[in-house]
């Protein structure tokens, strides 16, 4: 027996890990977690279904921008930015919600333009790319000067 000690030992402290394994897990796993033993859910806490449709949406799309912002939304419709949601470019609405006066700070660097319009090998042909802003100026004879912005020259709610 005395060569068996270390097996014993072994032995011992392998169960002793599995039964604070399964008292951890009780303790730390909610009670919704998959729903014990059927796992309805699967790996999914079933209350969070809940929980997500009380809490308040951050984007609310386009629709709930075009209510106060008839003027621009005429110039965004018919354009080609027309798949665009405000909250692309303008970020969340709740930035001046609660009809505030406090407006949305715009970001209209040319890193922001280029998110969609940079040249990839990936996006269709028709598809306005640009594969450096640098020589998209130079196309258009114009020179790049220090501060210039895409805005410039192109309105964001009625591209050319």
Request: aromatic letters at 8%.
């Amino acid at each position: 027996m005395k060569h068996y000690n270390h097996i014993i030992r072994c032995i011992l402290l392998l169960v002793i890990v599995v039964i604070g394994f399964f008292i951890a897990r009780g303790a730390l796993v909610p009670e919704s977690f998959g729903v014990h033993g059927t796992y309805t859910y699967g790996y999914h806490r079933g209350d969070s279904a809940a929980e997500q449709a009380d809490r308040y949406a951050l984007y609310q799309g386009s629709t709930k921008c075009i209510t106060c912002h008839a003027e621009q939304s005429l110039l965004w419709q018919p354009g080609r930015h027309a798949a665009v949601s405000c909250e692309s470019c303008h970020g969340n609405w709740q930035a001046h919600n609660n009809n505030t006066s406090a407006t949305i700070e715009k970001d209209n660097s040319v890193e922001t333009c280029m998110l969609c319009h940079r040249k990839l090998n990936a996006r269709p042909s028709t598809f306005p790319q640009i594969p450096e802003f640098g020589r998209h100026l130079a196309d258009q004879d114009e020179q790049l000067q220090q501060g210039m912005l895409c805005v410039d020259c192109h309105d964001p709610h009625d591209p050319m």
